[in-house]
C-alpha cells in the first residue's frame, strides 16, 4: 500500500497563492493517476483535478479553472497543485489521491482512486 503525504496547506488572504504538494512513499512501484479533491465544512468531498501518469492529460473542475495548476515530478514521486487567485469558497480541506492500476486518461471519481492522503487544511480569508 502507497501512503500519500501532502504539505503546503494554510491559512491565506484572497487574491493569495499558496502550492501544495503530495508525496508518495511505502509500496510506490508506480502511482500512476493521481489527484486532488477537497472538502468544505458541512459539504460532500469534491474533485479538484487529475493528473494522469505522463502528465499529458488532466481534467480540472470548473471552479478552478484557470487559477490552479496541477504537475508531477514522477522521479520524487511528488504530485504539486499551485493555486492561484484564491476565493474564500476555496476554503476547504485538501486530499490526495492516487492509484496505482489506474492511468487517468479519462476523468475518474473519488472512488477510482485507491489511496489517499490524510488531507491539509487551506484557509482562504475575506
Known amino acids: 500500500q502507497v501512503q500519500l503525504v501532502e504539505s503546503g496547506g494554510g491559512l491565506v488572504q484572497t487574491g493569495g497563492s499558496l502550492r501544495l504538494s503530495c508525496a508518495a512513499s511505502?509500496?510506490?512501484?508506480?502511482?500512476?493517476?493521481m489527484g486532488w479533491f477537497r472538502q468544505a465544512p458541512g459539504k460532500e468531498r469534491e474533485f479538484v483535478v487529475q493528473i494522469s501518469w505522463r502528465g499529458r492529460t488532466t481534467y480540472y473542475a470548473d471552479s478552478v479553472k484557470d487559477r490552479f495548476t496541477i504537475s508531477r515530478d514522477n522521479a520524487k514521486n511528488t504530485v504539486y497543485l499551485q493555486m492561484n487567485s484564491l476565493k474564500p469558497e476555496d476554503t476547504a480541506v485538501y486530499y490526495c489521491?492516487?492509484?496505482?492500476?489506474?492511468?487517468?486518461?479519462?476523468?475518474?471519481?473519488?472512488?477510482?482512486?485507491?489511496?489517499w492522503g490524510q488531507g491539509t487544511q487551506v484557509i482562504v480569508s475575506s
Open positions: 511505502g509500496r510506490t512501484s508506480t502511482v500512476y493517476v
Open positions: 489521491a492516487g492509484d496505482q492500476k489506474l492511468y487517468g486518461t479519462s476523468r475518474l471519481g473519488s472512488g477510482d482512486f485507491g489511496s
